[in-house]
Antibody
Framework: EVQLVESGGGLVQPGGSLRLSCAAS????????MDWVRQPPGKGLEWVGL??????????EYAASVKGRFTISRDESKNSLYLQMNSLKTEDTAVYYC???????????????WGQGTTVTVSS | QAVLTQPSSLSASPGASASLTCTLR?????????IYWFQQKPGSPPQYLLR?????????GSGVPSRFSGSKDASANAGILLISGLQSEDEADYYC?????????FGGGTKLTVL
Protein backbone atom coordinates (compact mmCIF):
# COMPACT_ATOMS: atom_id res chain seq x y z
CA GLU A 1 0.00 0.00 0.00
CA VAL A 2 1.33 3.42 -0.96
CA GLN A 3 1.57 5.57 2.16
CA LEU A 4 2.90 8.98 3.18
CA VAL A 5 3.14 9.91 6.85
CA GLU A 6 4.09 13.43 7.90
CA SER A 7 5.51 14.41 11.28
CA GLY A 8 7.29 17.28 12.99
CA GLY A 9 4.55 19.88 13.17
CA GLY A 10 3.97 22.01 16.25
CA LEU A 11 3.92 25.47 17.75
CA VAL A 12 6.82 27.79 16.97
CA GLN A 13 7.44 31.48 17.53
CA PRO A 14 7.77 33.94 14.66
CA GLY A 15 11.32 33.92 13.37
CA GLY A 16 11.84 30.36 14.52
CA SER A 17 12.59 27.16 12.64
CA LEU A 18 10.95 23.79 12.23
CA ARG A 19 11.71 20.65 10.24
CA LEU A 20 8.95 18.50 8.86
CA SER A 21 9.42 14.91 7.79
CA CYS A 22 7.46 12.63 5.49
CA ALA A 23 7.99 8.86 5.57
CA ALA A 24 7.14 7.14 2.30
CA SER A 25 6.36 3.48 1.79
CA UNK A 26 4.83 1.14 -0.76
CA UNK A 27 6.57 2.54 -3.85
CA UNK A 28 10.03 3.21 -5.31
CA UNK A 29 10.74 6.55 -3.67
CA UNK A 30 13.63 7.54 -5.95
CA UNK A 31 11.40 7.28 -9.05
CA UNK A 32 9.05 10.03 -7.96
CA UNK A 33 8.99 13.79 -7.66
CA MET A 34 7.72 14.79 -4.22
CA ASP A 35 5.83 17.93 -3.25
CA TRP A 36 4.88 19.88 -0.14
CA VAL A 37 1.49 21.60 -0.18
CA ARG A 38 -0.01 23.63 2.66
CA GLN A 39 -3.46 24.76 3.69
CA PRO A 40 -3.99 27.66 6.11
CA PRO A 41 -6.92 27.26 8.49
CA GLY A 42 -10.20 27.62 6.59
CA LYS A 43 -8.46 28.45 3.33
CA GLY A 44 -7.45 26.76 0.09
CA LEU A 45 -4.43 24.79 -1.01
CA GLU A 46 -1.07 26.44 -1.63
CA TRP A 47 1.86 24.68 -3.25
CA VAL A 48 5.10 25.07 -1.27
CA GLY A 49 7.68 23.32 -3.41
CA LEU A 50 8.96 20.10 -4.93
CA UNK A 51 12.00 17.92 -5.32
CA UNK A 52 12.44 16.02 -8.55
CA UNK A 53 13.47 12.38 -8.78
CA UNK A 54 16.86 10.73 -9.17
CA UNK A 55 16.70 11.03 -12.96
CA UNK A 56 16.57 14.81 -12.55
CA UNK A 57 19.19 14.94 -9.82
CA UNK A 58 16.71 15.75 -7.08
CA UNK A 59 16.53 19.40 -8.14
CA UNK A 60 14.04 21.64 -6.36
CA GLU A 61 11.48 24.37 -7.08
CA TYR A 62 9.78 26.67 -4.60
CA ALA A 63 6.83 29.00 -4.37
CA ALA A 64 7.78 32.64 -4.26
CA SER A 65 6.26 32.98 -0.78
CA VAL A 66 8.78 30.55 0.76
CA LYS A 67 11.82 30.82 -1.50
CA GLY A 68 14.95 31.55 0.50
CA ARG A 69 13.31 30.50 3.79
CA PHE A 70 12.26 26.90 3.15
CA THR A 71 14.42 24.03 1.91
CA ILE A 72 13.21 20.67 0.62
CA SER A 73 15.47 17.64 0.83
CA ARG A 74 15.14 13.88 0.67
CA ASP A 75 17.00 10.87 2.04
CA GLU A 76 16.70 7.94 -0.33
CA SER A 77 18.19 5.53 2.22
CA LYS A 78 15.31 6.32 4.58
CA ASN A 79 12.60 6.86 1.95
CA SER A 80 11.99 10.21 3.56
CA LEU A 81 11.19 13.73 2.46
CA TYR A 82 11.94 16.82 4.54
CA LEU A 83 10.90 20.45 4.72
CA GLN A 84 13.24 22.74 6.66
CA MET A 85 11.39 25.93 7.50
CA ASN A 86 13.36 28.96 8.73
CA SER A 87 12.41 32.55 9.51
CA LEU A 88 8.84 31.45 10.08
CA LYS A 89 6.02 33.99 9.86
CA THR A 90 2.50 33.90 11.25
CA GLU A 91 1.21 33.48 7.70
CA ASP A 92 3.05 30.14 7.47
CA THR A 93 0.49 28.69 9.88
CA ALA A 94 -1.12 25.80 8.02
CA VAL A 95 -1.56 22.08 7.65
CA TYR A 96 1.39 20.85 5.63
CA TYR A 97 0.85 17.93 3.29
CA CYS A 98 3.47 15.74 1.71
CA UNK A 99 2.45 14.41 -1.70
CA UNK A 100 3.78 12.13 -4.40
CA UNK A 101 3.82 13.05 -8.06
CA UNK A 102 2.48 10.57 -10.54
CA UNK A 103 5.58 9.46 -12.45
CA UNK A 104 5.51 6.81 -15.15
CA UNK A 105 7.43 6.13 -18.31
CA UNK A 106 9.93 8.85 -17.50
CA UNK A 107 7.30 11.59 -17.25
CA UNK A 108 5.98 13.11 -14.05
CA UNK A 109 2.62 14.76 -13.59
CA UNK A 110 0.73 16.19 -10.64
CA UNK A 111 0.18 14.76 -7.19
CA UNK A 112 -1.63 11.44 -6.99
CA UNK A 113 -1.07 10.43 -3.37
CA TRP A 114 -1.27 12.65 -0.29
CA GLY A 115 -0.36 12.22 3.35
CA GLN A 116 -2.70 13.09 6.21
CA GLY A 117 -0.84 16.31 6.97
CA THR A 118 0.90 17.85 9.98
CA THR A 119 -0.09 21.14 11.60
CA VAL A 120 2.31 24.04 11.98
CA THR A 121 1.30 27.01 14.10
CA VAL A 122 3.47 30.12 14.12
CA SER A 123 2.50 32.32 17.02
CA SER A 124 4.01 34.20 19.93
CA GLN B 1 -5.85 38.70 -11.29
CA ALA B 2 -5.41 35.15 -10.06
CA VAL B 3 -3.98 32.56 -12.43
CA LEU B 4 -6.92 30.19 -11.78
CA THR B 5 -10.40 31.30 -10.76
CA GLN B 6 -13.08 28.99 -9.40
CA PRO B 7 -16.57 29.94 -8.20
CA SER B 8 -16.59 29.83 -4.43
CA SER B 9 -19.71 27.70 -4.19
CA LEU B 10 -22.13 25.62 -6.22
CA SER B 11 -25.30 23.78 -5.28
CA ALA B 12 -26.97 20.91 -7.10
CA SER B 13 -29.55 18.23 -6.42
CA PRO B 14 -28.93 14.52 -5.93
CA GLY B 15 -29.00 12.69 -9.24
CA ALA B 16 -28.33 15.85 -11.22
CA SER B 17 -25.07 16.87 -12.88
CA ALA B 18 -22.70 19.56 -11.67
CA SER B 19 -20.24 21.44 -13.84
CA LEU B 20 -17.35 23.00 -11.93
CA THR B 21 -15.31 25.55 -13.81
CA CYS B 22 -11.69 26.62 -13.52
CA THR B 23 -11.02 29.75 -15.53
CA LEU B 24 -7.49 30.61 -16.57
CA ARG B 25 -6.29 34.19 -16.47
CA UNK B 26 -6.43 36.11 -19.69
CA UNK B 27 -3.26 35.48 -21.68
CA UNK B 28 -2.89 31.91 -20.41
CA UNK B 29 -4.33 29.56 -23.03
CA UNK B 30 -6.22 26.64 -21.54
CA UNK B 31 -5.42 24.53 -24.59
CA UNK B 32 -1.77 24.20 -23.61
CA UNK B 33 -2.32 23.03 -20.04
CA UNK B 34 -3.17 19.85 -18.26
CA ILE B 35 -5.86 20.65 -15.72
CA TYR B 36 -5.79 18.61 -12.51
CA TRP B 37 -8.77 18.17 -10.19
CA PHE B 38 -8.80 17.27 -6.50
CA GLN B 39 -11.60 16.60 -4.02
CA GLN B 40 -11.27 17.45 -0.35
CA LYS B 41 -13.73 16.56 2.38
CA PRO B 42 -13.65 18.21 5.82
CA GLY B 43 -10.83 17.00 8.01
CA SER B 44 -9.26 14.93 5.21
CA PRO B 45 -6.39 15.49 2.81
CA PRO B 46 -7.10 16.23 -0.85
CA GLN B 47 -7.71 13.27 -3.13
CA TYR B 48 -6.67 13.22 -6.76
CA LEU B 49 -9.60 12.84 -9.14
CA LEU B 50 -8.27 13.22 -12.67
CA ARG B 51 -6.24 15.24 -15.11
CA UNK B 52 -7.38 16.48 -18.51
CA UNK B 53 -5.59 18.15 -21.40
CA UNK B 54 -7.47 16.67 -24.34
CA UNK B 55 -9.47 13.56 -25.13
CA UNK B 56 -6.20 11.87 -26.06
CA UNK B 57 -4.30 13.14 -23.01
CA UNK B 58 -6.27 12.49 -19.88
CA UNK B 59 -6.17 10.20 -16.86
CA UNK B 60 -8.67 9.08 -14.25
CA GLY B 61 -7.36 8.69 -10.72
CA SER B 62 -7.21 5.22 -9.28
CA GLY B 63 -10.64 4.15 -8.07
CA VAL B 64 -12.33 7.38 -9.17
CA PRO B 65 -15.82 6.68 -10.57
CA SER B 66 -16.42 7.39 -14.25
CA ARG B 67 -19.14 9.85 -13.35
CA PHE B 68 -16.28 12.29 -12.69
CA SER B 69 -14.92 13.56 -15.99
CA GLY B 70 -12.86 16.42 -17.32
CA SER B 71 -13.19 18.68 -20.32
CA LYS B 72 -12.37 22.19 -21.52
CA ASP B 73 -14.34 25.15 -22.81
CA ALA B 74 -11.92 26.95 -25.07
CA SER B 75 -14.29 29.86 -25.64
CA ALA B 76 -14.33 30.51 -21.89
CA ASN B 77 -10.65 29.63 -21.47
CA ALA B 78 -11.68 27.19 -18.74
CA GLY B 79 -11.25 23.66 -17.54
CA ILE B 80 -14.36 21.82 -16.43
CA LEU B 81 -14.99 19.03 -13.94
CA LEU B 82 -18.31 17.36 -14.67
CA ILE B 83 -19.89 15.23 -11.98
CA SER B 84 -22.90 13.28 -13.16
CA GLY B 85 -25.43 11.42 -11.03
CA LEU B 86 -24.62 13.50 -7.97
CA GLN B 87 -24.56 11.71 -4.65
CA SER B 88 -24.54 13.11 -1.14
CA GLU B 89 -20.96 11.85 -0.72
CA ASP B 90 -19.85 14.21 -3.52
CA GLU B 91 -20.39 17.16 -1.20
CA ALA B 92 -16.87 18.52 -0.79
CA ASP B 93 -14.40 21.20 -1.83
CA TYR B 94 -12.95 20.84 -5.32
CA TYR B 95 -9.66 22.34 -6.45
CA CYS B 96 -8.15 22.69 -9.89
CA UNK B 97 -4.41 22.98 -10.54
CA UNK B 98 -1.99 23.65 -13.39
CA UNK B 99 1.78 23.73 -13.84
CA UNK B 100 2.57 27.33 -14.75
CA UNK B 101 5.91 29.16 -14.80
CA UNK B 102 7.71 26.29 -13.05
CA UNK B 103 5.26 26.20 -10.18
CA UNK B 104 2.07 24.35 -9.34
CA UNK B 105 -0.84 26.77 -9.06
CA PHE B 106 -4.13 25.93 -7.36
CA GLY B 107 -7.47 27.54 -7.89
CA GLY B 108 -9.23 28.93 -4.82
CA GLY B 109 -11.62 25.97 -4.67
CA THR B 110 -15.35 25.43 -5.12
CA LYS B 111 -17.54 24.21 -2.28
CA LEU B 112 -20.09 21.84 -3.78
CA THR B 113 -23.28 21.36 -1.83
CA VAL B 114 -25.60 18.50 -2.73
CA LEU B 115 -29.12 19.20 -1.53
Amino acid sequence: EVQLVESGGGLVQPGGSLRLSCAASGFTFSDHYMDWVRQPPGKGLEWVGLTRNKAYSYTTEYAASVKGRFTISRDESKNSLYLQMNSLKTEDTAVYYCSRADCSGGTCYGMDVWGQGTTVTVSS
Amino acid sequence: QAVLTQPSSLSASPGASASLTCTLRSGINVGTYRIYWFQQKPGSPPQYLLRYKSDSDKQQGSGVPSRFSGSKDASANAGILLISGLQSEDEADYYCMIWHSSTWVFGGGTKLTVL
